[in-house]
């Protein structure tokens, strides 16, 4: 990801808890200027900051850099694969279901056979 999508994250998700400016750079240690230089994207922000910043916006470093928390994304690609495969998956379910019934029906018949040829063997 880019400065610039990390700026855009980093003021999306002050703005959604409510902290201004002003706070993030008090709490982060730096001026209210340097502060606003990272949200312009005028300055990189160092791994410290992100760190420090992700731990006071209560999130993860992931949902600042990437814009999403990675937990999200697994949830719905697994959603959109249970989606698509499900019909796939079912074919198969039924498809299992009826060789268990054929391997039984096969295991019955050998044992038929075992016991017709013990009886001719007497």
Do not use: C, H, W
């Amino acid at each position: 990801m880019n400065n610039s999508t990390i700026k855009d994250n980093l003021r999306r998700i002050r703005k959604e808890r409510r902290i201004t400016q002003e706070d993030m750079a008090f709490r982060l240690g730096i001026s209210l200027t340097a502060y606003r230089d990272l949200e312009r994207g005028n300055t990189s922000m160092v791994n410290a900051n992100l760190i420090r910043s992700a731990q006071l916006l209560e999130t993860s470093t992931e949902e600042i850099v990437l814009g999403y928390k990675p937990a999200q994304l697994s949830t719905r690609k697994l959603e959109e694969m249970e989606s698509q495969y499900s019909g796939r998956i079912s074919e198969l379910e039924k498809e299992v279901e009826y060789l268990r019934k054929l391997v039984k029906s096969l295991e019955e018949t050998v044992t038929t056979k075992n016991q017709v040829i013990e009886m001719l063997q007497k």
